[in-house]
């Protein structure tokens, strides 16, 4: 299988060059030139698979041979061994045909951890077959961080290098990443926020001349394929769950960056029967304006108790827009050259296709401390910021009430103490056990002003020989 860019102009390549390059020359993303496509017979027979092997049955064609079954399986084992429930993405009933997708059962507590462990293991049987070291490089709003830190941190061909915004993720996002001691992890608090970290990031992506010889960046971020790649699996897998695909079902998923949704969009495309994916947003709602009034603009992006949405330029979306506008580079990179001067408008056939699968959402603070306080005590069952927003977006977005809902919970409560503490007196979500003490653990982390050439320069002097 080839992968292409999503503005045409950069050369197809293999799956392993495509997870090693990130992002395609011309500034576009990789995506594949053909997806697989499965019967609902062949579907329906995966019913009663363990999590590890139906990601087998749907990531095995989007390598296309490059890695052996047998390898990448033990690959797929490893990944997640970690987990700590058997079944690494158990639902909950939250109401009536209302489930909640538990995501957070991997080590660092986030649906990132599904994708991560993943890539992580996949870079390091890959870097090990071509004796190359990588210098890993990423932005985070919170959750990517611990998770790409959690995958790589045991790599001895990689360097990481995560940049956070300083002083805008929670305290135990940011003690995720600071207490990683090996000499390969370096944390860097960035003084702006997620998109001024992103554009760090994408700006070194396009000229790596920085870098000591030999080396070369790889991607953590979802503009990596292989995330989006990983994320298919749980919608197919809670989908088998609820009974498809012999009935359709609905996702309400909380989004920042559009990668997490995007997985769903493709699983459809191949053929799971999804009737409608629901974009939750908080008050940075450009997606939600996007595809509920055709409003893609920047505003001024808002500090929120939801910090892992705290985004106002979604990288993925643009993956989306390749197909909704007949996979034309050309018109992609117009649209992402509009985009520059702040804003851009969809054409009416690319909204109205969007809008045929998506619908849309927004929930500030206020209303999200309130759905956080309603489902507990109708249920005692405790919800993060991101999710509660996805459970909002749900009840108010639903189109069909005979269809299983299913609302993915990115986040343990335990990630968002003061969001929890506002909606729930007397209720302080504990840590699990093998974090329990995160807050006693020692810190490392430098603190850096918004300068490219200063983040540069310090992931070339900590770049091991």
């Given at each position: 299988m080839k992968y292409i860019s999503t503005r045409g102009q950069?050369?197809?390549?293999?799956?392993?060059?495509?997870?090693?390059?990130?992002?395609?020359?011309?500034?576009?993303?990789?995506?594949?030139?053909?997806?697989?496509?499965?019967?609902?017979?062949?579907?329906?027979?995966?019913?009663?698979?363990?999590?590890?092997?139906?990601?087998?049955?749907?990531?095995?064609?989007?390598?296309?041979?490059?890695?052996?079954?047998?390898?990448?399986?033990?690959?797929?084992?490893?990944?997640?061994?970690?987990?700590?429930?058997?079944?690494?993405?158990?639902?909950?009933?939250?109401?009536?045909?209302?489930?909640?997708?538990?995501?957070?059962?991997?080590?660092?507590?986030?649906?990132?951890?599904?994708?991560?462990?993943?890539?992580?293991?996949?870079?390091?049987?890959?870097?090990?077959?071509?004796?190359?070291?990588?210098?890993?490089?990423?932005?985070?709003?919170?959750?990517?961080?611990?998770?790409?830190?959690?995958?790589?941190s045991r790599c001895d061909n990689i360097d990481i290098f995560i940049l956070h915004p300083y002083q805008r993720v929670s305290e135990v996002q940011r003690r995720?990443?600071?207490?990683?001691?090996?000499?390969?992890?370096?944390?860097?608090?960035?003084?702006?926020?997620?998109?001024?970290?992103?554009?760090?990031?994408?700006?070194?992506?396009?000229?790596?001349?920085?870098?000591?010889?030999?080396?070369?960046?790889?991607?953590?971020?979802?503009?990596?394929?292989?995330?989006?790649?990983?994320?298919?699996?749980?919608?197919?897998?809670?989908?088998?769950?609820?009974?498809?695909?012999?009935?359709?079902?609905?996702?309400?998923?909380?989004t920042g960056n559009f990668g997490d949704i995007f997985a769903g969009y493709l699983a459809s495309k191949m053929g799971l029967p999804i009737d409608q994916l629901i974009v939750a947003t908080n008050s940075n709602d450009i997606l939600h304006r996007c595809i509920s009034a055709n409003d893609h603009s920047k505003h001024q992006l808002e500090h929120t108790l939801s910090p892992s949405m705290d985004i106002m330029v979604s990288s993925n979306f643009e993956r989306l827009l390749f197909d909704l506008y007949g996979r034309d580079g050309a018109e992609i990179q117009r649209l992402m050259d509009e985009f520059k001067s702040g804003s851009m408008s969809l054409s009416e056939t690319a909204l109205s296709q969007a809008r045929e699968l998506f619908s849309s959402f927004r929930l500030d603070d206020k209303g999200m401390i309130k759905v956080i306080e309603d489902v507990y005590e109708s249920s005692e069952y405790l919800l993060d910021p991101h999710t509660a927003i996805g459970i909002a977006a749900a009840r108010a977005e639903r189109r069909r009430s005979d269809i299983p809902m299913i609302c993915l919970a990115t986040a343990h409560p335990a990630k968002f103490p003061e969001a929890v503490e506002k909606a729930v007196e007397g209720v302080h979500p504990a840590l699990p056990h093998h974090m329990a003490d995160l807050f006693e653990r020692e810190e490392r982390y430098e603190v850096l002003d918004n300068d490219i050439a200063a983040v540069q320069g310090f992931v070339k002097t900590n770049t091991r020989a």
């Amino acid at each position: 299988m080839k992968y292409i860019s999503t503005r045409g102009q950069a050369p197809a390549l293999g799956f392993e060059e495509a997870i090693l390059t990130g992002m395609a020359s011309d500034g576009g993303l990789y995506v594949p030139e053909t997806l697989p496509q499965f019967s609902a017979e062949e579907i329906a027979s995966w019913a009663g698979l363990s999590y590890q092997e139906l990601a087998l049955k749907v990531i095995e064609p989007f390598v296309a041979g490059e890695i052996p079954s047998a390898d990448l399986k033990a690959i797929i084992d490893k990944a997640y061994a970690s987990f700590r429930h058997d079944g690494i993405a158990p639902l909950v009933q939250t109401a009536h045909n209302e489930w909640v997708l538990e995501l957070f059962q991997g080590p660092t507590l986030a649906f990132k951890d599904f994708a991560l462990q993943f890539l992580g293991h996949l870079l390091d049987y890959v870097l090990k077959k071509r004796e190359q070291k990588v210098v890993v490089m990423g932005a985070t709003s919170g959750d990517t961080g611990s998770a790409a830190i959690e995958g790589c941190s045991r790599c001895d061909n990689i360097d990481i290098f995560i940049l956070h915004p300083y002083q805008r993720v929670s305290e135990v996002q940011r003690r995720q990443m600071t207490t990683v001691l090996t000499n390969n992890v370096h944390n860097v608090a960035l003084h702006g926020n997620f998109d001024d970290c992103q554009n760090m990031v994408k700006a070194s992506f396009a000229d790596q001349s920085f870098l000591p010889e030999g080396r070369q960046l790889v991607a953590v971020n979802s503009i990596n394929w292989a995330r989006i790649m990983a994320q298919i699996v749980y919608y197919f897998y809670a989908a088998l769950s609820v009974g498809g695909p012999h009935r359709p079902v609905a996702f309400s998923v909380p989004t920042g960056n559009f990668g997490d949704i995007f997985a769903g969009y493709l699983a459809s495309k191949m053929g799971l029967p999804i009737d409608q994916l629901i974009v939750a947003t908080n008050s940075n709602d450009i997606l939600h304006r996007c595809i509920s009034a055709n409003d893609h603009s920047k505003h001024q992006l808002e500090h929120t108790l939801s910090p892992s949405m705290d985004i106002m330029v979604s990288s993925n979306f643009e993956r989306l827009l390749f197909d909704l506008y007949g996979r034309d580079g050309a018109e992609i990179q117009r649209l992402m050259d509009e985009f520059k001067s702040g804003s851009m408008s969809l054409s009416e056939t690319a909204l109205s296709q969007a809008r045929e699968l998506f619908s849309s959402f927004r929930l500030d603070d206020k209303g999200m401390i309130k759905v956080i306080e309603d489902v507990y005590e109708s249920s005692e069952y405790l919800l993060d910021p991101h999710t509660a927003i996805g459970i909002a977006a749900a009840r108010a977005e639903r189109r069909r009430s005979d269809i299983p809902m299913i609302c993915l919970a990115t986040a343990h409560p335990a990630k968002f103490p003061e969001a929890v503490e506002k909606a729930v007196e007397g209720v302080h979500p504990a840590l699990p056990h093998h974090m329990a003490d995160l807050f006693e653990r020692e810190e490392r982390y430098e603190v850096l002003d918004n300068d490219i050439a200063a983040v540069q320069g310090f992931v070339k002097t900590n770049t091991r020989a």
